[in-house]
């Protein structure tokens, strides 16, 4: 693939994201943390089937917490309606159509959120990981990964 030229089109593979309110607010929410990425804190542990993350607001500012926790659940429902996003990129393509094998349970913290994401075939299990880099990438270096394809290795 001609990687510039796919860059530069974006081509996107589920429609474009449109508009609509629930887009704008959905928009809102991850380009305030992609904004404040040095503020939060993310780490992952392996777990039986799948992962467990916890991300957190390092300066436990509740509106950034806030945030983040709408931006998690909000994500979940959004896929779960059938509408994808970042569908110029690759990995959230595939993401979006696999997203009944993904099971996605989570707990508010005081400072964010903790989240275990399960699937029970190796391959759903290896997305998971791959979702779960590009998150770190987002938190690590914000906007300078949310344009490139995912995840984002510098
Ligand atoms: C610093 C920036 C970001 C942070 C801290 C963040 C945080 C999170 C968290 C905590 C989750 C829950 C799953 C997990 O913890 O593994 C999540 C899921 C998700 N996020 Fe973000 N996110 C960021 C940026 C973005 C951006 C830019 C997009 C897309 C435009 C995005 C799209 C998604 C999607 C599609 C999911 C998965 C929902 C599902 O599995 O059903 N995130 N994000």
Excluded: C
């Excluded at 589920?14 to 503020?39: I, N, T, V």
Aim: overall charge negative.
């Amino acid at each position: 693939m001609d990687f510039e030229k796919f860059k530069k089109e974006k081509v996107f593979q589920r429609g474009r994201g449109g508009s609509d309110p629930q887009h704008l607010e959905d928009e809102r929410l991850f380009h305030a943390l992609l904004e404040r990425h040095d503020e939060i804190e993310r780490s992952t542990k392996k777990i039986e089937g799948g992962i467990e993350s916890v991300t957190r607001v390092l300066s436990k500012d509740p509106e950034l917490v806030k945030i983040l926790q709408e931006h998690a659940v909000g994500m979940k429902k959004r896929f779960d309606g059938g509408r994808a996003i970042r569908s110029w990129d690759p990995l959230f393509t595939r993401l979006f159509d696999e997203r009944g094998k993904i099971k996605m349970r989570w707990e508010m913290l005081e400072d964010g959120i903790k989240v275990t994401l399960k699937g029970e075939e190796e391959e759903i299990r290896a997305l998971i990981d791959l979702h779960d880099e590009t998150l770190h990438a987002f938190v690590n270096h914000g906007f300078k990964a949310a344009k490139e394809e995912s995840p984002y290795r510098p």
